[in-house]
């Protein structure tokens, strides 16, 4: 398959309606659909709470995960898949050899690199692949009448995001190559967003705040769209990139 044409011109946001953006199960079927993950040595940059990371290990692949320790310690509590390691580390200096994955995945966390750091955490990106392994990058579009609507309340990240898709876009310099774009969404309830909120908002006020501020905006959403509150479901778009390494 040879490279694609990104969406230059419109960083981060949709051509479309986001009506128009199809249905996807999980993050990982996504990926699972353009990637083949059985036998491959794969690092998951930004790893949370390791579930994906057990879906890999679980698929037949050598999985490290890198991420915060306090975000690896929930991690490392979960039920082990198998053989799957765990690092400390952030993407701006992934500490993993050179040369040493197939595939590398970043889900929702090239937006949080400083953006000053975003070229560097691209080029870690390159520097641990090996020549024609890939790099998967998938990251939330921040379209209103989306769950965008809530999750913004924890902060609005959208400046960052659309940096965080430039230097997606801008990687030829370190040896990467885009071939694959394509959009889909998940679906979520209020309850999804309650779990959101519990796992990466440290602050128990915030998360009151944050809650108290999206329940009116998800009743009103759900009242619009004809449904009660509990079975109202926010589309939750996120766009996949996979970069190939060419050098």
């Known amino acids: 398959m040879g490279p694609v044409r990104p969406m230059r011109d419109a960083p981060n946001l949709l051509a479309g309606s986001p009506a128009a953006v199809?249905?996807?199960?999980?993050?990982h079927e996504m990926l699972a659909e353009h990637i083949s993950v059985?036998?491959?040595v794969v690092v998951d940059v930004g790893c949370g709470t390791g579930e994906l990371v057990r879906w890999l290990v679980g698929h037949g692949a050598t999985v490290t995960g890198v991420d915060t320790p306090a975000m690896l310690a929930r991690a490392e509590a979960a039920p082990r898949a198998g053989g799957e390691r765990y690092l400390p580390g952030g993407g701006e200096a992934?500490?993993?050899p050179d040369g040493h994955a197939d595939?590398?995945?970043?889900?929702?966390?090239?937006?949080?690199v400083p953006a000053d750091r975003l070229r560097d955490a691209m080029a870690?990106?390159?520097?641990i692949l090996r020549p024609g392994g890939e790099a998967a990058f998938v990251?939330?579009?921040?379209?209103?009448?989306?769950?965008?609507?809530?999750?913004?309340?924890?902060?609005?990240?959208?400046e960052i995001q659309s940096l965080a898709y430039a230097a997606i876009l801008d990687s030829a310099?370190?040896?990467?190559?885009?071939?694959?774009?394509?959009?889909?969404?998940l679906s979520r309830s209020f309850a999804d967003y309650e779990h959101l909120v519990e796992v990466f908002v440290d602050s128990v006020e915030l998360r009151a705040e944050c809650l108290s501020r999206?329940?009116?905006?998800?009743?009103?959403?759900?009242?619009?769209?004809g449904v009660v509150f509990e079975e109202f479901r926010y589309r939750s778009i996120c766009r996949l990139d996979i970069l190939r390494r060419y050098r």
């Open 214 to 225: 999206a329940r009116p905006i998800t009743e009103r959403m759900a009242f619009d769209a």
């Open 94 to 96: 992934i500490p993993i």
């Open 139 to 158: 990251e939330p579009v921040g379209e209103p009448g989306s769950y965008y609507e809530i999750t913004r309340l924890t902060g609005d990240e959208r």
């Open 103 to 112: 595939l590398v995945t970043w889900v929702a966390s090239l937006h949080h």
């Open 124 to 127: 870690e990106s390159a520097r």
């Open 173 to 185: 310099d370190v040896g990467l190559e885009v071939q694959v774009e394509t959009f889909g969404y």
């Open 38 to 40: 059985g036998g491959k």
């Open 22 to 27: 199809t249905a996807i199960a999980s993050i």
